[in-house]
């Protein structure tokens, strides 16, 4: 009798791309050949933070010997976007931000396209600027965008024609104003962060082909081929099936590699040299200011409790700081309006919330999408109010966070997460209830704790589709066209279609790098934390498709009842007669009729897809419907640290973390998403892009924006996983992918008030700010400065 | 200005003639076809290109390549041999030290060089071998992890 499969799901299997990553066969856009046809491209980029174009000069730069074109936006004055259209491929008659691209040399070698671009002469008539959303946000603020009225938008966005506002999120739930009267503490206060970068080591590379025939070949470093595949039909105006987005491994993404970046000013600059494969790689410092960073925000709270700490009423105004061009951005506002209570169960809310143009580089999404930056506050004024009342700061949260079946925010009902589990298992990993000592004099330890939530934020109807192809050796090939950024989706892309089939794991393998989307099923974009659950459920209906198949020919040639038979190890049994058929050579040949008089079945190919149907449009003035979301994913971060009072630095000793995933496909993948966002948590409390009083950047470098280390990460990073089902998620699981650093700077900060009784409410949280907020009457030099500096 | 340059790359000898400008980086990945160092700043700051230079780690986008004339360099592509991976590689693997992959060729090189050194580093030696390697995706805890095994079983 065949024996039962050990179940792959919920393994912890190694990983299906870590083979071909330690041994340096991993390939990167940048290490496809593309032969000595290969030309390469370079950007022109603004000087300038606003203004118009008042000309162009290219003939300098087309008389360089190897130039062979040069492309500005006068070549395809049509807008791109994916919910807002607001920006031209190359800027067109205004530049928006220094850094936006204005320009694209083609030559045949580096040197000369970098030489090139430097002989583009471009002629700018200065704007005046915006760089606080706040201001922008002002009637007499200038106008970055004053055509916005005609942009072409999303249903679900809704930009303010004739203001910088892009976006306006209304959420309004029961009433407010009256229930301030009934708060014992009411706590205020207004709180920023920066822009920051996502940082991944691979920069945006991109090579084009565009042939003579209109066929349009882009290989990318990208989150979103198929997203990429329809905006630069869309905006190219060629046929959809013309266009082939190809995108092999990524060196990280984190939402930078989302939506469409350089990609369709590479496939213009193709255009222009037909026939010949165009590349463009974006330097460190243009990865830093000319691609797309988080937005930055100012948001202003009110939150209020009554004295047994329930939460009563909260008001919030959130002022996105979107940048140049907001296409990403509105949706960023809009999830964070929707979600504006964070975690928590409050009757009576007043939300605003804004996505405002500045003339400061793209803010697009990053990990998180809006809640990090939303979070920073919440969750440092909800330690205030548990102050103000008394209240262990853990308990307070207990006593508030959402639950199941809770009618938040929205109006919708709170599918089953159980963040109590979550809170407990953090605390008790930090060690909440016991002190820890500084380990010296002069440093001063602290805890803090804070909590998240946070929904995949997209149209209400992305879809995921896969393929499960059978081979004479009944091994099997999964087609996905969801993205391997590092996360491990093929893993658990395999471990899936194992378990839906009945064969073992190592009979599995993904056929899914690169993403092609000429031969790959179609996969909207691996953002949102959304392929464990999105894709994982399509990989799984198309598993199920094909052992359906492989069952029913199966049924027949016994002539048994299909409901009698399962697969079992790559093995077809029947419960009823005990029958066995080895999956092996019947997946493709099929089965003879008795006495060889005919054969049936045949090459198995099971196919399967998912796309959430039940997701409703939400009231513009209110914020309210039925279901906003499909799910949140939810989770408590601890941090214990410690301060130098003699440099305000910051040790992060350790960091506890637990999120509620549904269900753990590979546990161990899981923790290493808990355990790389902690850092990357930890590292986003203390960056920050920084801009002179002209908007020109001025730390685009690793050197000057600085990201965590070896030494920096801490020496303790601890992670618990929480498994209550989601309803409609593959074996019960949700998303963790991104919610591992949304509340990781709150945390830090909260542990920063416990350790000096200060609090900070602007991020970076620099050593130098917290070293003079630390000694707020000045220092005392304990050594002789030299005369000469 | 050519200048003809003999190196060798994870044991084999070449001979290539290289411009005067280009660092050891480009003349690896496109001279050579040897795509494992990455090229992620071309500034000396994220640690992708590092490669071994003659028992240390170098950043390659820091080199010349005409500096490199005589050198034996060792990548990534040259740590299994015969299909048998180096026990920093199987390390990696074992306790996923590994996401998007892109500073894995650089931060293998950076231990293999470590531990050629000192065979029994500290944690403390680990973390400041790796300070030059940037990874956005693991934190690091895994990779340290990784690097003490292979220390502790030598």
Known sequence: MATNTPSPVGKSVPRVDGYEKVTGAAKYVDDMAFGPGLLYGRLVLSPIAHGLIKSIDVSEALALPGVKAVVTGQDNPTRLGLYLKDRYIFAYDRVRYVGETVAGVVAISEEIAEHGAELVRVEYEELPTVFDPLAGAQPDAPLIHPDLGSYEVANFIFPEPGTNKSEHFRLRKGNVEAAWARCEAIVEGTYTLPQIQHAPIETHIAVARWDPSGELTVWAASQSPFAQRDLLAQSLGVPHGNVRVISPYIGGGFGGKAGISIEANVALMAKAVQGRPVKVRMTREEEFITTNVRQSLIANYKIGCDADGNLLAMEVAYYFGGGAYNDYGVNIARAAGYSCTGPYDVANVKGDSYCVYTNHPIGSAMRGFGMPEIHWGIEQIMDQLAAHIGMDPAEFRRRNCVRHNDIILTGMTMPNVNLPACIDKVADAIGWDREARPSAPGKHRGKGIAIMWKAPAMPPNPGSSSIVRFNEDASVNVYVGGQEIGQGAFTVAAQMAAEALGVPYEWVKVSANPVDTKYSPYEWQTVASRLTWSMGNAVKAAAEDAREKILETVAAYWDEDLDDLDIKNGVVVSYKSEREQPLKKMVIYGLPNENFEGWQGGPVVGSGKFMPTYVTGLDPETGQGTRAVVHYTVGAQAVDLEVDEDTGAIEILKIASAYDVGKAINPDLVLTQIEGGAVHGMSSAFEGLRFDEKGRPINGSFVDYKIATSLDAPREIHGDIVETPLEDGPWGARGVGEHVMVQTAPAIANALYNATGIRFTDLPLSAEKIFLAMHPDGVELTCELPEVL | ?154
């Not at chain 2, 795509?35 to 700051?45: A, D, L, W």
């Not at chain 2, 680990?126 to 990874?135: K, P, Q, T, Y």
């Open chain 2, 1 to 154: 200005m050519l200048h003809e340059i003999t190196l060798t790359v994870n044991g084999d000898p070449y001979v290539v003639a290289v411009r005067s400008h280009h660092t050891l980086l480009q003349v690896l990945r496109e001279q050579l076809g040897i795509t494992s160092p990455k090229r992620g700043c071309e500034n000396g700051e994220c640690g992708a290109c590092t490669v071994i230079m003659d028992g240390l780690p170098v950043s390659s986008c820091m080199v010349l390549a005409a500096e490199a004339d005589g050198a034996n360099i060792e990548t990534a592509e040259g740590l299994a041999e015969e299909g048998d991976l180096h026990p920093l590689q199987q390390a990696f693997l074992d306790h996923n030290a590994i996401q998007c992959g892109f500073c894995t060729p650089g931060m293998l090189m950076s231990s293999k060089a470590l531990l050629d050194r000192t065979p029994h580093p500290s944690e403390d030696e680990i973390r400041h071998a790796l300070v030059g390697n940037l990874c956005r995706c693991t934190g690091y805890v895994r990779i340290v992890d990784a690097v003490q095994d292979v220390a502790k079983e030598s």
